[in-house]
């Protein structure tokens, strides 16, 4: 034990020390920080502080479900989307979507995967068929 260590060289010692130093190492009954990821349902603009909270602990991936309030009102769903969006922006996370209903926020340490889109083909107009 840590303590039983102090206490002996305080008492211990004759002298009365300048300073005791104290072993700060994570001890194995700590538990180590894990990433959680974590549901949510925005069923109205109140809330989105839970979830700016949870975000803002560091250590959240937000499973964003928007339909309750995609269903009750879009203009609080925009304000609700936008303020989450400039938390990520802030904590240098990340959001998308997927689907029409769901919305996933990390923290900056995760990255979602975005497949780049296929360039459009091209067609040639019919002018250039002529120079075929």
Known sequence: ???KDIFSKLFKSNEDPEYIEIDL???PSEKTTKVLVRPFILKKFDDTPEILNSLREGYTIAV???KPLKDKDVIELKRAVSKI???AEALEGNVAGF???IIIVTPNFAEIYKPSKQAPISVPS???FEKY
């Open 1 to 3: 034990m840590p303590f």
């Open 25 to 27: 190492g994570q001890s």
């Open 64 to 66: 964003i479900d928007m």
């Open 99 to 101: 689907g029409e209903n």
């Open 85 to 87: 969006r400039k938390t």
């Open 126 to 128: 019919p002018t250039e």
